[in-house]
């Protein structure tokens, strides 16, 4: 863009057009939409439980019967997608319980796509909820097995398309992970279920509360051996790069907010859908500094939503969801 022919000033005032609320209004770039959301649910097994997670307030660990009456209230506020994350209450060191048909995530499909069939519910595919260890795959010697592991995550997958996911979203940063699963569900017949890559995944601080709600932290080590270096704008580039050569339908980049120089690069050199997660961390923070009086929640994160989509997101999950959308 060049401004080589434009007047200066006086001619040229650029305050001209923020006068009044009309002007601003008609003339503001980036609209958050209802369609632009994703809403994260926790679910546990057993039936009504309705647990506040101390560090994201106002969300929720909830059996199957509390996601049905979340999922009514989402659709009704206009919301059009889930992402589900299950909290066995059975952890084994290969996280079995992840491609068990009668698992909290299969039992949850089944009952959410019955009564709410135009709901798009998106899985997440990892393990770290699962693993007694609460890594992302299968230990040996202290450190996460890639091709092992790819077999459980295909398993799983395959279980979540079997039970009625709409969108399958991998999270678990193995390398080949989305070319597996793909090859997995086609084998399957579920050529049509599109896969959501967590593809740039950062090793970040900002999952804190997630692991929490999750109750997926590792008990030993961290996952700097298969999440991303907080660093590292390249390397995200070949991660996404990868995925899509592999058959990912839509690239995520995770965390938001203290990335999105990542976004907007990627929005650039690729042309494929891109979601961003606003996580668990950068809600909280929203959420405590407006319990303390010392920012308007509301309008740090409506500032913070349209941040990531100006950047280039164009599916947003987040925390926030039903909030934004009652001020949208
Ligand atoms: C891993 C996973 C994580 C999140 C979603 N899936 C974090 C982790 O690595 O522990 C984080 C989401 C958030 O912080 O909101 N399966």
Redesign the pocket.
Known sequence: MSNFNYPNFPVSRLRRLRKTASLRDMFRETILTKNDFVF?LFIVEGNGIRNEISSMPNIFQLSVDGALRECEEILNLGIRAVLL?GIPKHKDEIGSEAYNENGVIQNALREIKKRFPELLVIT?V????YTSH?H?GAIENGDVLNDVTLELLAKEALSHAENGADIIAP???MDGRVAKIRRTLDENDFTDIPIMA?SA?F??A??????E??E???QFGN?KSY?MDIGNSDEAMREIAADISEGADIVMI??ALAYLDIIRRAKDEFNIPLAA???????SMIKAADEKGWIDGDKAMMESLISIKRAGADVI?T?FAKDAVKLI
Do not use: H, T, W
């Open positions: 994260p994350f997440d990892c393990l770290c909820e609460g992302c999270s678990d940063m967590y995944k090793a970040s900002f999952y804190g509360p997630f692991r709600a999750a997926s932290a590792p996952r999440q995770k965390p997660y606003n996580v668990s961390g950068e809600y999950i925390y």
